[in-house]
């Protein structure tokens, strides 16, 4: 399977802890995206990457989230001291097509559970 | 501010005939529009596109219309199948803050009966 990969699937914590989301682009596609998904919502954009360049950050992305893309490659989001607010699906898209044909390819996404 | 509105949050038909799954727009940047369908505990997955420059694009049982006067565009499906139920998302692509985005409507859950 060459699509974009997101892990773990599941994610259950507690509030205050940390938790990092792992994702895994297309190979060949050099801009990364991060989106959360709340229920009856759509996806919302948090972050975006052009190779290892973070370029822009949601301001739904408070202090309390980071993210990295090293290399280019693989991207990961972390949550610092979680809170019950950040329960959501959180979803991965990448894509190389040159603006505006900006077609995205979405992971099946991480979904956040904080008790 | 919802810049992309899908007012009908679900939508039921009989298989074998037309649905028609509506979007509105109020950004008047937006020049590239999508469609995104998404099953549960799945990613949502490209359906179709069109360019702000056409008014139409067909791709097999799928087409959507672009009305720019409008700020409306909408989805077709003819004739439709049970295996299409699922979550329909409209998003549009813009460049905004020095970076390209989609912004996302809130969806259309469309069921297909047999």
């Known amino acids: 399977d060459t699509g974009v990969s997101q892990d773990p699937r599941h994610k259950i914590t507690k509030r205050g802890q940390n938790v990092t989301f792992r994702c895994d682009p297309i190979?060949?596609?050099?801009?990364l995206y991060w989106y959360r998904q709340t229920l009856g919502q759509g996806p919302e954009f948090l972050t975006y990457?052009?190779?290892?360049?973070?370029?822009?950050k949601s301001r739904l992305l408070s202090d309390r989230f980071s993210a990295e893309r090293p290399k280019g490659s693989f991207s990961t989001l972390e949550i610092q001291r979680t809170e019950q607010g950040d329960s959501a699906m959180y979803l991965c898209?990448?894509?190389?097509?040159?603006?505006?044909?900006?077609?995205?390819?979405f992971g099946a996404g991480t979904r956040l559970s904080v008790l | 501010d919802q810049q992309v509105k899908q007012n009908s949050p679900s939508l039921s038909v009989q298989e074998g005939r037309i649905s028609i799954l509506n979007c509105d727009y109020t950004?008047?940047?937006?020049?590239?529009f999508l469609w995104y369908k998404k099953y549960p505990a799945e990613g949502p997955t490209f359906l179709i596109s069109?360019?702000?420059?056409?008014d139409k694009n067909e791709d097999g049982r799928f087409t959507v219309f672009l009305n720019k006067s409008a700020k409306h565009l909408s989805l077709h499906i003819v004739p439709s199948q049970p295996g299409d139920s699922a979550v329909y998302f409209c998003?549009?692509?813009?460049?905004?803050?020095?970076?390209?985005?989609?912004?996302f409507g809130k969806g259309t859950k469309l069921t297909v009966n047999p």
């Open positions: 950004n008047s940047m937006f020049d590239y």
């Open positions: 990457f052009q190779n290892e360049a973070q370029l822009e």
């Open positions: 898209a990448s894509t190389v097509g040159q603006y505006p044909r900006n077609i995205q390819y």
């Open positions: 190979s060949e596609h050099n801009r």
């Open positions: 069109i360019s702000s420059i056409k």
């Open positions: 998003a549009a692509s813009v460049w905004e803050g020095g970076s390209e985005k989609l912004v």
